[in-house]
């Protein structure tokens, strides 16, 4: 399944946040999209999985979803959004039991999403036992489970420190060889770009606009090793978004 | 950042201390800091009946003043005696338990629709501000009228003095619940219902239970109000009748009943918290 933006453009009150973004998400790919704080990263992703609607422009989805997904656009949260008073089992079930899974079914799946991002020791435990990175890991099982064509992530290792960044970033590279999802993936920090993106989309500062896309060859797998190829790419893409980084830094917030 | 000239604290120290004296730096972290005294509490409170005691027994508080412990308890002996407590409480718990019940269920009802609803809050909102200031036992005599002398009009009074306060701390619950729980769900797929109910409702339920521990203090205060007309048995009758005979004994005695009472009902919502709200760290 294809997500296309065509021509995003999006205000907030008098000030324009979002200008005339458009790009596709291939199926299998991950794509990056960086830029400075403030930028619209985040309200796009909002748009693209129709969380909220944009002025003018559109999204569309091209291809059927594969065959189960229960819910073809499916986001990872900053803030992971867990519910604190359901276990992470129950969180799972969560986003089962609207389309009608329980009982052996629910739990079949339950226990299969679990065991792929190994927290079948933890089904039972609340968020408020778990550490950062094992809430965020709940919040993949729970996106696996509604068998997603395409994986909206929204600064998904943002509030995490940076060794469990590491961590999770291995996982989600050994998840995508398996699954082979396709992802929308906003961050503003370089190196998680650098090191998932099949793509780099570099947003300019308010109002978002495309200022530039880096195409990155290596094969995601490799980029481990691969470490001071994929630096001199960082640099790049940073050269890339420093004046906007600096004047985004510099401006007077009036966006609510 | 190379870590190669890594010192062992000892060698440090011996480097820091040459010629010059070395001083602990100084404790200025304490104090702020509550701790948990388990005996201070009854101890505190059996001094001051003991002082109570004592004060009356050597003439120093009159007896027209204050009647001693022993005797306020000797009354609540002869109400016991008597049977007469279980007819007064039932009468009371009956009038507390209907009311309260019913109050809290509207309010939470009615807080959910001025949570959730634009049109509610736009045309419910004003309604409750306005409403939950007036004292309802200066509504007394019109819940008499309208719901009768018997029970309807005392149920009335603690069923409005409970909703008010339950509506605005129900519809402040769900204001807070986090947006980005309401997201998720919806970007999931949830239903509306399924978000209300799986996400709204237990997010509010910290809010709601502290809501609880309110309305059920004004509904013990309203109890007495509501007995004060046309009431022949319950708690607030029997104190009233006491302080009309200026039978001050049974006064306080009385009083230590509503008392107690308000600290069982306390350690009922207290367990209750521990239950709903185990998520809570």
Known sequence: MQLIARNITHHYGGTAVLEDISFAIGAGEIVCVVGPSGCGKSTFLRIAGGLERPDSGEVMVAGAAPEGSLNPLTYIFQDFALLPWRSVAGNVSLVLEDHGIRGAEARAIVADVLARTNLSDFARALPRQLSGGMKQRVAIARALAVKPAIMLMDEPLSALDSQTRELLMDDLVALWQRERFSACYVTHNLNEAVRLGSRIIVLSRRPGRIREVVEIDMPIDQRAERLTELERLQRRVWEIMREEAREADREIADVP | ?281
């Not at chain 2, 388990?38 to 120093?60: H, N, Q, T, Y």
């Not at chain 2, 009748?241 to 350690?267: E, R, T, Y």
């Open chain 2, 1 to 281: 950042m190379s870590h190669e000239a890594t010192t062992r604290p000892g060698e440090t120290a011996a480097a820091a201390g040459s010629g010059e004296e070395l001083r602990p730096v100084p404790f200025r972290g304490g104090g702020f800091k509550h701790r948990p005294l388990g005996p201070v509490a009854p101890i505190v409170f059996l001094a001051i009946l003991a002082l109570w005691e004592l004060g009356a027994r050597s003439g120093f508080i009159s007896p027209i003043a204050l009647p001693a412990p022993s005797e306020a308890l000797a009354a609540l002996g002869d109400l016991i005696a008597t049977g007469m407590l279980w007819k007064h409480l039932g009468a009371s718990l009956y009038r507390l338990i209907v009311g309260w019940t019913l109050g809290s269920l509207l309010g939470i009802a009615f807080g959910l629709l001025i949570g959730l609803f634009s049109l509610a809050r736009a045309g419910l909102l004003p309604l409750v501000s306005a409403l939950f200031p007036i004292p309802k036992i200066a509504l007394l005599p019109l819940f008499i009228i309208w719901f009768g002398i018997g029970e309807g009009s005392k149920v009335a009074t603690i069923l409005f003095g409970t909703f008010f306060p339950t509506v605005i701390a129900t519809y402040g619950g769900v204001d807070n619940v986090d947006r980005n729980l309401i997201r998720m769900g919806q970007s999931f797929g949830l239903s509306w219902l399924s978000i209300v109910r799986k996400i709204i409702v237990p997010g509010a339920m910290p809010a709601i239970l502290s809501g609880f521990r309110i309305s059920a203090s004004i509904a013990i205060v309203l109890l007495v109000a509501a007995e004060m007309i046309g009431a022949e048995f319950g708690i607030g009758a029997y104190i009233l009748m006491a302080g009309a005979l200026f039978a001050l004994d049974q006064l306080i005695a009385g009083v230590a009943i509503l008392s107690v009472l308000g600290l069982i009902i306390a350690w009922l919502i207290g367990k209750a918290e521990k239950r709903l709200l185990a998520w809570r760290s």
